[in-house]
């Protein structure tokens, strides 16, 4: 069982900076796919940023482009997102995801999330 620990988060002013890590662990074949989602209170989790671990094609929400961005260290498991110029309105549980493809599986995992808070 794949397991997926984030860290980074914490509480920021407007117009700041933060690091999220997301480190992978117990893996078992081949990461194929890291990001992040976000969950603010009351709405929906959604994708933030993802990355295929080869070939470098990302995706990310229109909401960060420009001020988001993702990384990933296919050697240690680990995929990173940098934000800058936060805002309010990035405030949210961020969870770190990864797809595994294992015995001509693919299989999803999550992590426990850490908290963004950005404050006015």
């Known amino acids: 069982q794949v397991q997926l620990v984030e860290s980074g988060g914490g509480l920021v002013q407007a117009g700041g900076s933060l690091r999220l890590s997301c480190a992978a662990s117990?893996?078992?074949?081949?990461?194929?796919?890291m990001a992040w989602y976000r969950q603010a209170p009351g709405k929906q989790r959604e994708l933030v940023a993802a990355t295929q671990t080869t070939g470098g094609d990302t995706r990310y929400a229109d909401s960060v482009k420009g001020r988001f961005t993702i990384s990933v260290d296919n050697a240690k498991n680990t995929v990173l997102l940098q934000m800058k110029r936060l805002e309010p309105e990035d405030t949210a549980v961020y969870y770190c995801?990864?797809?595994?493809?294992?015995?001509?599986?693919?299989?999803?995992?999550w992590g426990q999330g850490t908290q963004v808070t950005v404050s006015s």
């Open positions: 117990r893996v078992s074949g081949k990461i194929t796919a």
């Open positions: 995801n990864a797809w595994t493809f294992y015995n001509w599986k693919n299989s999803e995992y």
